[in-house]
């Protein structure tokens, strides 16, 4: 009581536009004690799903890479299953079973689990399809069309006139786009070598510029001497929805005020993406 009694002793002493502010701040503290509540959220158990990440590529073996989806909060453990049949369908209605020998690819860096015996041949508008299936009757299918081919016409980069320790250059990369509406690219740049994440990477479509001169490049990030492999991809609809789909839900992961974010899998009866790669990629050497 006493040391109430001082508290209002000292709070007559300030000025009123002062005591009305505390008073207000006193308030609210009061009014927001005992107001916490702790909410358990139950997430919903969803059973485990075959994961595929598969690139086909001409004049390369195809590699595909098989997987099992885990709880949300679960351990980022790849899980990967043993017992999954993986067919592919070439565009002659060949099925060719791709054995399970997991490994790693050196030319990608990137690990596989199923492989091919044969190199392919594929040309612009022909079908692939992949068939997976396993023991527990899970089947996941999926179809990839062969895009044409789309050539940078040019590479170029600009120095800035700063001196030599802050003298850097921007690249540029020009194509020409199709006269064709509904053409998607991705355009990535690696520096010293492309088993590596890209230091560039983004999407674009010709949905408001169709049959014009695209320029796509970065800002001045580059010293003289780097060496880098620029690269334009020409893609398919469904694997472009599926990078998109990636890139938003990485950015709402994580983001409190962020809707979720679902991935567009190119594949039916499971998750993952199934697609042909194809691309050109120049290499060169800053001067």
Not at 47 to 67: F, M, S
Not at 97 to 114: E, I, S
Not at 208 to 237: P, W
Request: charged share 20%.
């Amino acid at each position: 009581m006493m040391r109430f009694f001082g508290m209002t002793r000292l709070l007559n002493t300030l000025p009123a536009s002062v005591r009305r502010v505390v008073g207000l701040a006193g308030v609210g503290l009061l009014a927001g004690c005992g107001l916490q509540q702790d909410i358990d959220v139950v997430l919903p158990a969803y059973p485990p799903q075959l994961v595929v990440e598969a690139y086909l590529e001409n004049g390369q073996v195809p590699r595909i890479t098989v997987t099992e989806s885990v709880a949300y909060l679960a351990e980022p453990t790849p899980q990967v299953p043993t017992d999954v049949t993986a067919t592919l369908t070439l565009p002659s209605g060949q099925r060719t079973l791709l054995k399970f020998a997991p490994g790693v690819d050196t030319r990608t860096g990137k690990a596989y689990t199923h492989v091919g015996t044969r190199t392919l041949a594929a040309q612009p508008g022909q079908t692939f399809g992949l068939e997976l299936l396993d023991t527990q009757g899970r089947r996941v299918t999926g179809s990839a069309l062969v895009p044409a081919q789309v050539l940078l016409d040019t590479v170029e980069w600009v120095f800035n006139d700063k001196p030599d320790d802050q003298r850097r250059a921007y690249v540029l990369g020009r194509f020409r786009d199709p006269a064709t509406p509904l053409d998607y690219y991705r355009f990535q740049i690696h520096r010293r070598r492309v088993n590596r994440d890209p230091e560039v990477d983004y999407t674009v479509e010709d949905r408001l510029s169709n049959g014009t001169e695209y320029s796509l490049g970065t800002g001045y990030d580059y010293k003289a001497n780097d060496t880098l492999f620029v690269t334009l991809y020409h893609l398919d609809r469904p694997y472009f929805l599926f990078l998109q789909s990636v890139q938003d839900a990485r950015n709402a992961n994580g983001n409190p005020f962020g809707q979720p974010s679902g991935i567009k899998s190119t594949v039916e009866g499971g998750l993952g993406v199934f697609t042909f790669l194809s691309y050109q990629r120049r290499r060169v050497m800053l001067k």
